[in-house]
């Protein structure tokens, strides 16, 4: 397949800016794997759609406050850099800009308590950067740290929790699983209540989820790394589902990525961690996703390439022609679809 077979047209007004002010109230179309068939519903709605003896797999990874800016010492040039990934004890990869202004041995400050020196420069132009805290890292960070937003949102985000999922717990993202925005903790205690399973992995999702497909036929391109865990706890819960028939429903691409990496490495799921660089793309033969609530994903991207492996390539892109129509709001603080 080639990469412009995932196309639409999308008009920027339905880019969401700004997160809803309740996280249930967002759309959501509910799309027949098998059928096609398309409803129009409610986030509040999704009890109408999960059964008990289900299990509901959320990644529980937290997002970074990544974005933060230097002045370079001597010369007081500003350089905004963005965690990408842990190297070492306060040493991380990160996206640098203007990547000029930020060469090894270049030191920088970002508030009292945090600075750092270029140590290195990666093949594909990212930074290694070795921070000298004054104090513990993760809250001189949180100190001067800004939400890694993506480049498509402008509007300014006045409450960074609402890029936290309610049940986010693992430091580590540059950005959020952003399909567990809309999920509430009242919502999630009336699913348990129901008698849906809920369990937890972790895939710290890295800024590579926003890169675009560069290469015409799909199967040319080169997926980024992230890194997964996944508990005993969790893998019981997931096994137990399927001895007993019970649906497992991914909350996310990062989830569905975390479980179908496991399955195809270990041909079942059980506690490990890892890193992966599986792609999903039609003809993907999945091993232990039934169901996926998953946001609307932007054109050409790998993500909706996954989403088209699993509920078909011409079911998927006439729903996405139909969001648009029906002018749902799209990617990160947009509606949800769920696919069953």
Same mark, same amino acid.
């Given at each position: 397949? %080639?990469?412009?077979?995932?196309?639409?047209?999308?008009?920027?007004?339905?880019?969401?800016? @700004?997160?809803?002010?309740?996280?249930? =109230?967002?759309?959501?179309?509910?799309?027949? *794997?098998?059928?096609?068939?398309?409803?129009?519903?409610?986030?509040?709605?999704?009890?109408?759609?999960?059964?008990?003896?289900?299990? !509901? +797999?959320?990644?529980?990874?937290?997002?970074?406050?990544?974005?933060?800016?230097?002045?370079?010492?001597?010369?007081?040039?500003?350089?905004?850099? &963005?965690?990408?990934?842990?190297?070492?004890? =306060? !040493?991380?990869?990160?996206?640098?800009?203007?990547?000029? %202004?930020?060469?090894?041995?270049?030191?920088?400050?970002?508030?009292?308590?945090?600075?750092?020196? +270029?140590?290195?420069?990666?093949?594909?132009?990212?930074?290694?950067?070795?921070?000298?805290?004054?104090?513990?890292?993760?809250?001189?960070?949180?100190?001067?740290?800004?939400?890694?937003?993506?480049?498509?949102?402008?509007?300014?985000?006045?409450?960074?929790?609402?890029?936290?999922?309610?049940?986010?717990?693992?430091?580590?993202?540059?950005?959020?699983?952003?399909?567990?925005?809309?999920?509430?903790?009242?919502?999630?205690?009336? !699913?348990?209540?129901?008698?849906?399973?809920?369990?937890? &992995?972790?895939?710290? &999702?890295?800024?590579?989820?926003?890169?675009?497909? %560069?290469?015409?036929?799909?199967?040319?391109?080169?997926?980024?790394?992230?890194?997964?865990? &996944?508990?005993?706890? @969790?893998?019981?819960?997931?096994?137990?589902?399927?001895?007993?028939?019970?649906?497992?429903?991914?909350?996310?691409?990062?989830?569905?990525?975390?479980?179908?990496?496991?399955?195809?490495?270990?041909?079942?799921?059980?506690?490990?961690?890892?890193?992966?660089?599986?792609?999903?793309?039609?003809?993907?033969?999945?091993?232990?996703?039934?169901?996926?609530?998953?946001?609307?994903?932007?054109?050409?991207?790998?993500?909706?390439?996954?989403?088209?492996?699993?509920?078909?390539?011409?079911?998927?892109? =006439?729903?996405?022609? @139909?969001?648009?129509?029906?002018?749902? *709001?799209?990617?990160?603080?947009?509606?949800?679809?769920?696919?069953?």
């Amino acid at each position: 397949m %080639k990469t412009s077979d995932f196309f639409y047209e999308l008009p920027q007004e339905l880019i969401a800016q @700004t997160p809803l002010e309740k996280r249930d =109230n967002s759309r959501m179309l509910v799309l027949g *794997r098998e059928s096609g068939n398309i409803e129009h519903k409610h986030f509040f709605d999704i009890f109408d759609y999960l059964n008990a003896g289900d299990c !509901l +797999v959320l990644n529980d990874t937290r997002v970074l406050p990544a974005r933060i800016y230097g002045i370079r010492q001597g010369t007081g040039a500003v350089v905004e850099f &963005v965690l990408l990934k842990q190297l070492g004890t =306060n !040493l991380w990869e990160c996206l640098a800009g203007p990547g000029k %202004k930020a060469k090894p041995g270049y030191a920088f400050k970002f508030s009292e308590r945090l600075s750092a020196i +270029v140590h290195d420069v990666l093949p594909d132009g990212n930074r290694v950067l070795k921070f000298e805290p004054k104090g513990e890292f993760f809250e001189c960070l949180d100190e001067v740290g800004q939400m890694p937003l993506p480049p498509y949102i402008k509007e300014k985000l006045d409450d960074k929790e609402r890029y936290q999922t309610v049940y986010s717990k693992e430091l580590g993202s540059a950005a959020a699983p952003t399909a567990g925005l809309h999920f509430t903790k009242e919502i999630l205690e009336k !699913l348990k209540e129901n008698g849906v399973n809920i369990a937890f &992995v972790t895939l710290h &999702v890295g800024l590579g989820t926003f890169r675009p497909v %560069k290469v015409d036929d799909v199967t040319e391109h080169k997926m980024h790394s992230e890194h997964y865990s &996944v508990s005993k706890e @969790t893998a019981e819960i997931i096994n137990k589902t399927k001895q007993n028939g019970g649906r497992v429903i991914c909350v996310g691409t990062t989830s569905c990525r975390t479980l179908e990496s496991v399955a195809e490495k270990y041909g079942e799921i059980k506690e490990c961690s890892g890193e992966t660089e599986i792609f999903i793309y039609p003809g993907f033969k999945f091993e232990c996703m039934d169901g996926l609530i998953t946001n609307f994903h932007l054109p050409e991207s790998t993500l909706i390439m996954l989403v088209s492996a699993f509920a078909g390539y011409e079911n998927v892109m =006439n729903a996405y022609n @139909t969001a648009v129509s029906e002018k749902y *709001r799209f990617f990160s603080f947009g509606d949800a679809m769920l696919i069953l």
